[in-house]
């Protein structure tokens, strides 16, 4: 049985989550940093009623930052009891995949992505990514010092 | 007196209240003419001249605060009896209000000021009682004249039918002194320690001849009405028996107990409307405001040279006090989650009445307290669910007798304390679960496979489960305002659990208390932060001429102080320690906090306002941070960040003693 998931661009690739992961997606209406936060958390924005954490994909992935643009959406997820939104490129589509068609990442990807990439899917001519949230939200020690 | 910033204030607020009480009392009159009450007027009235008492109080103008004192007795009299006035007494109001312009223009010309207008206060307190003739219960007190010149009529009357009903009224002074401080006695203790052995009526400050005794030159005489003999309230203030003077005894032959109105009023629990709750918690902001402006106006004159020793301890007793009657302000604002709860049974009856549903109603409350403003507006939420759990859930006797069913359907509605400052609210049912694919088929959306997608479709504006409307609870509705309440309006969590045939449970996490704060709102670099008030000792202008830079080692910056009271304190840009650009400022301010015993300045750049604001906790690992604990809104849509500078100044001297290790 497929499943639908959501994709959404960041750095000119795609990357997809399973939709039980996504709660909304929503355009980015900028965020108040918060001091002493991972360079990667752009700080605290207000989603439908709630004050989410923001991540920066771009930064978190490493990739050059660039000023969000009206394409620019807060993909918000769902993981291990946190809500949190995830700034994305652009984020429009949704698609049906059957789960078998994932394969692990290649070494590369998985050591270069950090383990941000779980498994890649071929639908169709695409490549697709399937993140790991869990590592993308990673609770590693961060001190702001 | 020297004109300062603070008699500046003073009198600009004075004016406003004038203002203000002008126009009220000519709506008053323009009322009367037409024969008709002026309730709003009157309370209005009477609060402007209770912020000019209050202002007048501080800095010790006696005779606007008798004649305020006097006219507040007599609108809160006009107040009782539905703002009602005669036209004697509104000729009374209107000179006293001209005697009280009069002086405050004395005031702000720094002439003396005259004396309350003997025959205006005797007016005042004619009009005062209503039928001009004392009270049935009155006694007559033996009381000196400089007691008797300060109470009230309305204060001489609780001492006289205090002692009609069989009570003692004495006099008990408390002479302040740096050892009876030392040993945890002051004035406030003494007010305490007292008040638990009697009522005190009234708390009069009385200057005397500084003696080695009483080295402040003040004492205070309370005057009390108990049961009990000298030595007792003696011991209360930790003096000896002769401290305590009898002014009445009562009668040995019985006599009429005060009316049942009387006993209730003093003794009795009073209902508060919030509105009144938020008005006392502003005007002590306006209080804490003034607290800051006498701090700064006492600096300064210490910095010209002048002499303000003696000014620090009562500062100090001031900051308690403040910070007591706060607490007891904000202990005020709390209700108990039974007293939340109190009215479900009733609302169930109805709705099992209406419905024809057999309910059977279990009600669980822990000990939690909520704050008043929270608990009136989790309540509505409450209502909602209760009412479709009733009307929509519980299935009629025969069906459930049909399905193995108890005949009564269940309903339990918990309220407990979660967490150090959450209150859980869950109302469970028993019955048929609700319908996931009618539910999707009626909104035109795919099955919702999670219970968050199943809440996200309940909460949607319209959605019902529902074929045909009910009179109670219309079209499925309120879900989205249930939602609404609990995460937009008190940033809290509501979540769902559903099984078919079984039941449904809706659970509210809700913040207890912090939610709601009195803060300072100011900016530092391009963002701007709130602070509670409750953390804040005082807010203070920094000079940058004052600023002392003392070496810190190799590398490091400077570590800069400012004087505060004749010692350095840490003065720390909140900029720089937050990593924000620094701005051009010729002025800056320094709030300053205090951990254990030492002072920390925070450097921003300048102060917005103050007001309550809606704290949402920070709390996912991401974002946590020390110094930061949570985000409001103060009306731009967007967060702000609630600093708990006390926490910061804790981390940054955790810092420090690090490097130096």
């Not at chain 1, 923001?54 to 918000?76: K, Q, T």
């Not at chain 2, 859930?393 to 918990?414: H, I, N, S, W």
């Not at chain 2, 679960?433 to 999707?440: Q, T, V, Y």
């Not at chain 2, 319209?462 to 609870?473: F, I, K, Y």
């Amino acid at each position: 049985m497929s499943v639908l998931h959501v994709l959404f661009k960041v750095g000119g690739a795609e990357y997809v989550l399973p939709y039980s992961d996504v709660l909304h997606m929503d355009a980015y209406a900028g965020a108040t940093k918060v001091p002493g936060t991972p360079p990667y958390v752009l700080g605290i924005t207000p989603v439908r009623g709630k004050v989410l954490p923001v991540i920066d994909l771009r930064a978190r992935f490493g990739l050059e930052p660039h000023a969000p643009s009206p394409d620019s959406r807060v993909v918000v997820v769902q993981t291990g009891g946190r809500t949190l939104a995830l700034l994305a490129d652009s984020a429009r589509e949704v698609l049906r995949l059957d789960p078998t068609v994932f394969r692990a990442a290649p070494e590369m990807v998985s050591e270069g992505g950090q383990g941000f990439v779980k498994s890649v899917a071929q639908a169709g001519s695409r490549l697709v990514m399937l993140l790991d949230l869990e590592k993308v939200s990673g609770e590693e020690q961060f001190d702001g010092e | 007196m020297e004109p300062s910033e603070f008699l500046a204030g003073y009198l600009a607020e004075a004016d406003e209240h004038l203002a203000s009480a002008t126009r009220n009392l000519l709506a008053v009159e323009s009322n009367l003419r037409r024969g008709l009450p002026s309730p709003r007027p009157v309370r209005e009235l009477f609060r402007s001249l209770h912020t000019i008492k209050g202002l007048s109080a501080m800095l010790g103008i006696e005779p606007i605060v008798a004649i305020a004192h006097g006219m507040e007795a007599m609108l809160r009299a006009a107040d009782g009896a539905g703002g009602k006035l005669r036209e004697t007494a509104l000729e009374v109001l209107v000179r006293g209000l001209a005697a009280i312009e009069q002086r405050v223009r004395a005031v702000g010309r720094g002439e003396t000021v005259p004396a309350a207008p003997a025959d205006l206060v005797t007016a005042l307190e004619d009009v005062e009682s209503p039928d001009g003739a004392p009270s049935a219960a009155m006694v007559s007190l033996g009381l000196p004249p400089e007691i008797a010149s300060k109470l009230s009529v309305s204060e001489r009357e609780q001492l006289s039918v205090g002692v009609a009903a069989g009570r003692r009224a004495v006099r008990v002074d408390f002479v302040p002194s740096p050892e009876r401080a030392a040993s945890g006695l002051t004035i406030t203790t003494a007010r305490e320690r007292v008040a638990e052995r009697g009522e005190i009526v009234k708390v009069v400050p009385m200057s005397r001849p500084a003696a080695p005794d009483a080295p402040g030159g003040l004492a205070f005489a309370l005057i009390v009405l108990t049961d009990l003999d000298d030595a007792a309230i003696a011991a209360a203030v930790g003096g000896e028996a002769a401290d305590v003077q009898s002014l009445a005894e009562p009668r040995r032959e019985p006599s009429p107990l005060p009316s049942e109105e009387a006993v209730v009023g003093t003794r009795g629990v009073v209902r508060v409307e919030v509105e009144r709750l938020d008005d006392a918690l502003e005007k002590l902001s306006a209080l804490v405001v003034t607290r800051y402006r006498i701090e700064r106006t006492v600096a300064q004159l210490a910095r010209g040279a002048v002499d303000v020793r003696a000014l620090t301890p009562i500062l100090q007793e001031n900051a308690r006090q403040l910070k007591e009657l706060r607490a007891a302000i904000m202990r005020s604002r709390m209700v108990s989650a039974r007293e939340l709860l109190e009215r479900v049974p009733l609302l169930v009856r109805g709705l099992s009445r209406s419905t024809g549903k057999a309910v059977d109603l279990r009600i669980d409350t822990g000990s939690a307290e909520l704050d008043k403003s929270v608990a009136e507006r989790v309540f509505p939420a409450i209502v909602h669910l209760v009412r479709n759990a009733v009307d929509h859930a519980l299935e009629p006797t025969p069906e459930r007798e049909r399905r193995g069913k108890v005949p009564a359907g269940l309903l339990r509605v918990t309220c407990l304390e979660h967490g150090s400052n959450q209150l859980e609210i869950s109302v469970e049912d028993d019955g048929a679960g609700i319908d996931r694919e009618k539910l999707a088929r009626r909104a035109g959306r795919p099955l919702p496979e999670t219970n968050e997608a199943l809440l996200a479709l309940l909460t949607m504006p319209g959605v019902s489960t529902r074929d045909e409307a009910t009179t109670t609870s219309g079209r499925g509705m309120g879900m989205d305002i249930v939602k609404r309440i609990v995460v937009e309006e008190l940033g809290g969590e509501l979540t769902v659990d559903t099984a078919p045939g079984r039941g449904t449970t809706f659970t509210l996490r809700i913040p207890l208390t912090i939610t709601i704060v009195d803060a300072f709102s100011f900016r530092c670099s391009s963002e701007a932060f709130v602070v509670p008030v409750a953390g804040v000792e005082e807010i203070v202008e920094i000079d940058p001429a004052q600023i002392m830079r003392a070496p810190s080692g190799k590398g490091r910056a400077p570590v800069r102080m400012i004087e505060r009271r004749g010692s350095p304190m840490p003065l720390i840009a909140l900029d720089t320690v937050f990593r924000l650009p620094r701005l051009e400022m010729a002025r800056r301010k320094a709030i300053v906090v205090r951990r254990t015993s030492q002072p920390f300045a925070f450097e921003v750049d300048q102060m917005i306002g103050q007001q309550e604001v809606v704290v949402r906790p920070l709390e996912d690992p991401l974002v946590r941070t020390p110094g930061v604990v949570g985000s409001t809104d103060l009306g731009d849509g967007q967060p702000t960040l609630v600093l708990d500078l006390v926490a910061l100044s804790a981390k940054l001297s955790r810092r420090k003693t690090d490097a130096r290790a």
